[in-house]
Structure formats: C-alpha cells, structure tokens
C-alpha cells in the first residue's frame, strides 16, 4: 500500500468526474456533477466554484484563462469568474464533451454525432448527425486534429481541413474484428503532444505528435483492467485502475547529463510498473512539477475527496507485460452450404427483457409502504424521468436482468433530520457493460414528495449538499439475489434497528410531514 499522501484531504461536495491542470500550472480545474470546482494546483485551496445544469459537464482551457463547457449546451466561463454563459444554438447532443483544436475552433462531440465550431463567427463550419452511441473521451492532438473514442476497438480522428471523412487510430495489435475487450474506453495526452489510447482489457498505446502509433503495452493483470482515467507527463503515462491500482508506462528514458561519460550508465527504467493506493481514485492529472493529483470518491459515493501525492514516495513494483491474443475472423463457409436452408445464422439473445413496466409514477409511492417495507421491492424503467417512471410490484424471482429495481430505506441527513427514502438499483444484461451506481430519493419539504438527491433538487429545497452529505442508511433486510449485472450495495447499509427506529422519529418528531 501507497505511504502518506503529501499533502492534506480536500473533500469534494459530490463525486469527482474529470481533473484538468491549468495551462498556466497555477490551478487544478475540478469536474463534479453540475458544477466545476477551480482549486489552487499548489495548496489545493478552493477559488471559486462555478454552478451547471449538466449532470456530466467537461471542461477545456483555451487562452487567457478562457473555459469553454461542454454537456447539455456549450457554455463559455473564466477561471476568474463564477458565471457560466449559454453560447452557440441547436448544438444539444452535439457537445457533451468539448476541446480546442486550433486557436479558434472547438470540436464537439455527443451521443447524437460530431460538431465543429467557429469561436469568432459562432457558427457551424461542420456537422455530423449519427444515431444515438457513447462517447467516452475527447482530446486534441497536437497537429490541429481531434480523437475521440465511442467504444470500438478504435479511436476515430476528425481533421477540420477534411471533415468529410474520419481517420481510424487503433493499436497495432488489434483483431480484424470488433472485440469487446479490445475497446479503447479512455483517451489522454502528454505534454510533448502524444495520443493515449487505453483499451478495457488493459492495454496502452500512444503516438507521436504526428499521430502515428510509436509503442505499445499489454499488461498482466488480476482483476478488472477498466482504465478509469489518463494522464502524461515528460516521462510517464500514469492509468488508473479500479479498486485504488495505479500503472505508469515509460514513455522515454531520460538523457544522461552531458558531462557524465566517465560516469557508469545508469540501470535503466522499468517499462511498467504498478502499486495500490491508500485511497480509491478515480480521477487523475500530473502537475508541472510531476507530483499526481487524485481525486476519488467518498462516503458510498456521495462526496468525493482530492489529494496530491509524491510518485516517488509510492511502493512501485515491476508490471509485468504479455503479448495480446488476437481474435480472427470465423472462417468463410462452403459455397454450397452457405447458398442452402443450412446455411449459419447469427444466433438471437435469449436474455428476457421487460417492454413494459405497467402501474402508476413512482411519484405517488406513499410513505407508509415504505415505513413498514412493504412490499419488499418494486421495478421500474431504467431511463425516463424519475419521478413519472412506472413503477410495478413484483417477486425477486421475477426482476429481470435489465431492471431498475427500487428499494425502501431510511435515512438521516448530515445535519441530522431523519427522512423515508428510496432506493433505485439499476442493473444491466451485458457483463461487458458497467452497471450504474445506486440513486437516491428522500421525501422533500417543499415541495412535499419525493425528491431526487441531485445537486438542482438539492438546491431547489435550499440544502446545501454539506447539509445532506454523508448519509447515515438503514435498509430493513438484505437485498435479495436478483438478476442481472449489478452494483454491490454495502452490507452495513442493512439494519432493521436502525430502520425502525429512524420511522418511529419520523413520526414523533414531524419535522418531515407527508
């Protein structure tokens, strides 16, 4: 395990997604959920805080200090203000994430397609509208161009001089055909200008600033080899990795001092190298002076917290390598069979999924079903608006992979009110897919009903989330075995005691009235 950190915990009012070095070294550039945190890079220190309305926004410097906000809108801002001004129309679905490319033009991309955008004419110069898909990374290169990852086994790369048609940059060793683990599902880049690729099943390439391919590793691994997060610096590629474990790859040696001939040659590098944090990260970025800077989350989720750390005072050890297995294509079948009734079919998913969830909003679940915990569970739809999703009782044994099941719980806020709550357990059919994490409604005030833990809701009921954050659980029973891939909920959450007894003030005390 990783020794003391270097400098002091900051803790984070919500879940950190993204870290970012200013361009002038001075300042770390902090991406929760509706909001962007700007923090002294050096003492870590909070300037100020800039509030959104997207639940996933990204963030990209341009000159002079210069923000530019991508999510559900484009919204332009300063490192030196707290406002956040709506640029640019009908670029939704276009711009959830954000970069500069060139001096004056910004590249967007979204789950609904790709958007270049002229930063003085505010105008479109391109636009490519595809059907809905993921988008997980977004840099510029150094060359003017943009990459972007959608979870194929290749990045794709768009040059403003030819946007007609895109590029694809994808590791040598990469199958003639779509697998799954080969996905590149994190970007990053360095300061010397290179390309990061990082695949699911751990293996890391990058290029020169001419966006060529110039080395490659393929980790042995134990465990999930997700990459949650990227970043370079001079010497290294620092990923991370799930349950606290950080990997770095030497980019290149470094060059002797010129007056050490006489000198012995030093013992080179390692090329990999690996160890496990004190704390689970989520989040990287590497400051001038080469020191990491991690942020993660905190308290089951809720906030998160911030940290720089020494590399050198890390227990690095040597990250073994292998070489990747690659998948070929199945085999062409004979002409004769191929052109009969026996000719191969692709094979159908038996998963069972729920077209429909039939029964009334999950709005109008009433208090007292959850004060005594029955039922015992509901479903509902994963997507929609929360509060007008169907909701419908059914047995565990009937909850199919795909559901979104809601649970009854209670529990008392940071400042100390005791509130019913419920529980929303999403889960998903596909292994190779990540199941999202656990969402929460508590019973508001104004107005009364229930109310999504977001920071908006949040702000709504004028809460701050330090008001909410942590939350003290209490579930009445452990949750049964259900179908489906699904996030672990932590066993100390069950307890019927607490449960009870956080009712019975409930209904003493009527600070919460229903």
Not at 93 to 103: D, Q
Not at 343 to 349: F, Q, T
Request: aromatic share 6%; charged share 25%; proline share 10%.
């Amino acid at each position: 395990m990783a020794g003391k950190a270097s400098a002091p915990l900051v803790t984070l009012d919500d879940r950190p997604l993204a870290l970012a070095v200013s361009r002038d070294g001075k300042r770390l550039l902090v991406t929760l959920p509706y909001e962007i945190w700007i923090v002294g890079a050096s003492t870590l220190e909070v300037e100020r805080t800039i509030p959104l309305k997207s639940a996933r926004p990204s963030v990209f410097e341009g000159d002079e200090g210069t923000l530019w906000i991508g999510g559900q809108h484009l919204h332009h801002s300063t490192t030196f203000g707290t406002a956040a001004t709506k640029v640019g129309s009908k670029l939704g679905g276009f711009v959830e994430r954000v970069c500069l490319i060139r001096s004056r033009m910004l590249c967007g991309v979204g789950s609904q397609g790709e958007v270049l955008w002229d930063i003085d004419k505010e105008a479109v110069v391109h636009r490519r509208r595809v059907s809905e898909h993921a988008v997980l990374g977004l840099v510029p290169s150094a060359d003017g161009r943009a990459v972007w990852a959608d979870g194929e086994s290749h990045a794709w790369v768009i040059d403003p001089d030819h946007p007609s048609g895109y590029t694809k940059l994808k590791l040598k060793q990469t199958s003639p055909v779509e697998v799954s683990a080969e996905a590149i599902v994190a970007l990053g880049f360095t300061r010397d200008g290179a390309c990061v690729l990082a695949a699911r099943d751990g293996a890391v390439g990058w290029t020169n600033r001419g966006m060529r391919m110039v080395q490659e590793r393929y980790p042995r691994l134990e465990g999930s080899g997700r990459p949650l997060a990227v970043a370079g610096c001079d010497r290294y590629i620092y990923v991370l990795r799930p349950a606290g474990v950080l990997h770095r790859f030497l980019l290149a040696p470094p060059k002797p001092p010129a007056d050490a001939r006489d000198e012995p040659e030093a013992e080179p590098l390692p090329e990999a190298e690996q160890c496990r944090l004190r704390r689970l990260a989520t989040c990287v970025a590497v400051a001038e002076d080469g020191t990491l800077l991690l942020a993660g989350p905190h308290a089951d989720d809720q906030l998160g917290r911030l940290w720089r750390q020494d590399p050198a005072e890390l227990p690095w050890e040597p990250l073994p390598l292998r070489a990747r297995t690659l998948v070929e294509p199945e085999p062409e079948p004979e002409p004769s069979v191929a052109e009969g009734d026996d000719a191969p079919k692709k094979v159908p998913s038996f998963v069972a999924t729920r077209t429909k969830v039939s029964g009334e909003p999950l709005s109008t679940i009433k208090v007292d079903d959850v004060l005594t915990a029955k039922p015992a569970l509901w479903v509902t739809r994963p997507s929609g608006v929360v509060l007008e999703r169907p909701v419908q009782v059914v047995a565990p044994a009937d909850v199919l992979p795909g559901d979104t099941v809601v649970l009854p719980a209670m529990v008392r806020a940071h400042e100390g009110t005791a509130r019913p709550a419920l529980v929303l357990w999403p889960g998903v059919a596909d292994d190779d897919r990540e199941a999202g994490p656990p969402q929460w409604l508590v019973w508001g005030d104004e107005p009364r009903g229930w109310l999504p833990l977001r920071t908006p809701e949040i702000r709504g009921q004028g809460w701050s989330r330090r008001d909410v954050f942590p939350l003290q659980i209490a579930l009445p029973r452990s949750p049964p075995e259900l179908a489906g891939h699904r996030s672990s909920l932590p066993e100390r959450w069950v307890d019927a005691e607490l449960f009870a007894a956080l009712g019975r003030e409930c209904k003493k005390l009527l600070k919460v009235l229903w």
